[in-house]
């Protein structure tokens, strides 16, 4: 996932992963990529809104990590980056590393 914005759905969200079951998951290696930029903003007149982006995709991510010892889960901060697509094609190839080798 590419700067996910789970301020909308932060209570839908975590309450879906925490559904999860194990048995559902079956042990199977899953990897998941997920990353922010440390400007990323929808609403630019709020100053903590970066903060927001970054907290609630860290915690996030902790709970998916969380899930099962075969989750690999990483979590990458841009220090700068924004929510767009040219941050996103930037950290692209990060993304492409982890999930294609071992």
Same mark, same amino acid.
């Given at each position: 996932?590419?700067?996910?914005a789970f301020w909308f759905?932060e209570?839908?969200?975590?309450?879906?992963? *925490?559904a999860?079951s194990?048995?559902?998951?079956?042990d199977?290696?899953?990897k998941?990529?997920?990353?922010?930029?440390?400007?990323e903003s929808?609403d630019?007149?709020?100053? *903590?809104f970066?903060?927001?982006?970054?907290?609630l995709?860290?915690?996030i *991510?902790?709970?998916?990590?969380?899930l099962s010892?075969?989750?690999s889960?990483?979590f990458?901060?841009d220090?700068?980056?924004?929510?767009s697509?040219?941050a996103?094609?930037?950290?692209?190839? *990060?993304?492409l590393?982890?999930?294609?080798t071992?």
């Amino acid at each position: 996932m590419f700067s996910p914005a789970f301020w909308f759905a932060e209570t839908a969200m975590k309450t879906l992963i *925490a559904a999860t079951s194990r048995d559902f998951l079956m042990d199977l290696p899953v990897k998941i990529y997920m990353d922010i930029g440390t400007n990323e903003s929808s609403d630019p007149s709020n100053p *903590a809104f970066p903060a927001l982006y970054h907290d609630l995709a860290a915690d996030i *991510a902790d709970q998916l990590q969380q899930l099962s010892p075969a989750v690999s889960c990483r979590f990458d901060v841009d220090h700068g980056g924004i929510h767009s697509e040219s941050a996103w094609a930037a950290r692209f190839p *990060a993304f492409l590393d982890y999930c294609f080798t071992n």
